[in-house]
């Protein structure tokens, strides 16, 4: 049940954070990256697909370097 609505709580996050991007802080794509990344772990878990550690690691490594990407650019937005 967590994990359902850990996966809702990543879909909303990825929409909203898409949707800022859209508006004007392309950096929050970023965000969205990280946040359907996560989205996609979680869906495997529910699924049970077999899918390769390695592959795994890779796919955060990119999530942890958009989120990265994402609060720099919060950071530096003069807003």
Do not use: C, H, Q
């Not at 996050?13 to 004007?24: D, F, R, S």
């Amino acid at each position: 049940m967590l994990l359902i609505a850990s996966i809702a709580l990543e879909v909303a996050v990825a929409v909203v954070a898409m949707l800022a991007a859209v508006k004007g802080r392309p950096y929050l794509y970023g965000l969205a990256l990280t946040f359907t990344i996560y989205l996609l772990y979680d869906l495997g878990r529910l699924l049970g697909w077999n899918v390769e550690k390695g592959i795994l690691s890779v796919l955060f490594l990119l999530a942890s370097a958009s989120a990265l990407f994402a609060v720099w650019g919060l950071y530096r937005d003069k807003r």
